[in-house]
């Protein structure tokens, strides 16, 4: 059957490093038997790698969004491509860098600029599910039984994805990474993270910006971080100094884990000669080579296998550019003048099975949507406010979609209002039946766009592209989480 060809990029910036790598993705329609046919990504490539360059920053600390522009222009010469050929991809702020007061603002714009179809991303759990994909992990649990954990860890976090059948069962992220801790060749602290000088201090450890550091203090501090870390990831329950590290609240427990794969640039640096002196540890302004095999001499003490990752320091920026889109079912409607969407929040809704009960369910969600997120006031008037995630549904009977589609269009009227975009995406592949029904009833009122089967969580973002072969969009999930507030300390 017939296909085509998507130019896709990623960008990941992040605290230490910026990549951007270039690929393309062959999207071709697959007959199943007697079964409706459908679009997948059948051949992913990767066209282009570009330099791995250290994260701009302005002396306010602030992300120099010139200088990644620049770099982001040198790549694409590079690479012979124009902005208008990209139709697909990710740019995401990692680790510390999202911290940044201009993170946010910078890179929608970078997405913006970057191609047609790109999405703008930030958050530690996206990040170590697409570090996973990029390092192999989730292709590794799928030939193997138990549960594979991918460590991505960088300048300012490690993201640990748990795999299991191919599928990202659990995320957890630490501030462990190389440059909490900056240093001179001689040893002479520069900067000391405000997470990491926490748990210092719970430590009794002090050690502050002009002070001086021997090689065995620093050893003890990068074997300390890596225990926290690992204990953790071994099933011991959260205690006060994994809490102290941790990037949000832990769970409990971690399913067991069966394999290890390290990726980012620790994972790299574990490929190295360990470092002998504080020049060697130094080499970088930071205590990145030492922090690796500290990390790694960890990792002998516990049970799992170790496996090399296929991807170390560009991990993210693959999974990224190469593992993020996803395509929607063939029966779908979406009217053609509503797409593209950006940032468009998840509402998920578990339908009850009393049908009776689905007006007012409906009614009291959407209303909480629009006061969430209603984007009226920016003037976005072609924006859609919230989709509204399916989670479960009715047998795919004309009666039950009916009493469905009639159920949402009433809970819209009045939330929607006119001129609006009417999102809903269905777990099940009943989106271009239930699309058609709500079409009917709000004609003249707001564009629908109706797709399938992708299941969306509370606190996903989607994005939604043009229609390709008439029959599929392009779909990215997504996180956009940034600080509200620049911490206390951060550069």
């Not at 074997?223 to 100094?241: F, I, K, N, Q």
């Not at 990390?295 to 190469?322: F, M, N, S």
């Not at 007006?359 to 006061?371: E, K, N, T, Y």
């Amino acid at each position: 059957m017939g296909g085509e060809w998507i130019v896709s990029i990623g960008l990941d910036l992040g605290t230490s490093t910026t990549k951007l790598i270039v690929s393309r993705l062959r999207v071709e329609e697959v007959a199943a038997g007697f079964l409706l046919s459908r679009y997948e990504i059948v051949r992913r490539e990767l066209l282009f790698a570009g330099p791995v360059r250290l994260t701009p920053l302005l002396d306010t600390g602030e992300i120099d969004g010139e200088a990644v522009a620049a770099l982001v222009a040198a790549d694409y010469a590079c690479a012979g491509i124009e902005p208008q050929l990209i139709g697909s991809g990710t740019i995401l702020v990692t680790g510390e860098t999202a911290a940044k007061s201009n993170a946010e603002a910078l890179v929608h714009r970078l997405a913006g600029e970057a191609g047609r179809f790109v999405a703008a991303s930030a958050g530690p759990d996206l990040e170590g599910v697409l570090a996973g994909r990029g390092a192999g992990a989730d292709r590794r649990s799928l030939a193997v039984p138990g549960t594979v954990a991918n460590i991505d860890t960088g300048g300012g976090t490690a993201n640990i994805a748990l795999f299991r059948q191919g599928k990202a069962i659990a995320t957890v992220t630490f501030h462990v990474g190389g440059r909490l801790l900056r240093l001179t060749e001689e040893g002479q602290i520069l900067y000391v993270a405000p997470a990491l000088g926490a748990w210092l201090r719970y430590r009794g450890i002090l050690l502050c910006p002009g002070m001086t550091a021997e090689l065995p203090l620093l050893r003890e501090i990068g074997s300390g971080l890596s225990r926290v870390l690992l204990r953790y990831l071994a099933g011991e329950p959260a205690d006060e100094e994994s809490a102290l590290l941790a990037l949000g609240p832990l769970p409990t427990r971690l399913p067991p884990v069966d394999e290890v794969i390290f990726s980012g640039g620790i994972g790299e640096l574990m490929r190295t000669p360990p470092p002998q002196t504080i020049a060697e540890t130094a080499r970088y302004g930071d205590m990145g080579p030492l922090l690796a095999h500290c990390l790694l001499e960890a990792a002998q003490e516990y049970p799992w296998r170790q496996l090399p990752a296929e991807q170390t320091v560009r991990a993210t920026v693959i999974g990224a550019g190469v593992q993020s889109m996803m395509l929607s079912g063939s029966t779908i409607h979406a009217d053609p003048a509503a797409l593209p969407l950006r940032n468009v929040p998840a509402l998920p809704v578990e339908l009850p099975a009393d049908a009776e009960e689905w007006p007012g369910l409906l009614q009291d969600i959407c209303a909480l949507g629009m006061r969430m997120f209603d984007n009226a006031a920016s003037g976005a008037a072609r924006a859609a406010p919230f989709a509204l995630a399916v989670r479960s549904g009715p047998a795919a009977t004309y009666r039950a979609l009916t009493l469905l589609a009639e159920s949402i269009s009433r809970a819209w009227d009045g939330v929607l209002g006119r001129g609006r975009i009417g999102v809903v995406v269905c777990e099940t592949d009943v989106g271009q039946a239930l699309g058609n029904l709500l079409a009917l009833r709000q004609t003249g009122r707001n564009r629908i766009v109706c797709i399938d089967p992708i299941r969306l969580e509370s606190g996903d973002y989607v994005d939604i592209g043009e229609e390709i072969g008439g029959r599929t969009v392009p779909v990215i999930v997504k996180t956009l989480v940034f600080p509200l507030t620049k911490r206390e300390g951060m550069e």
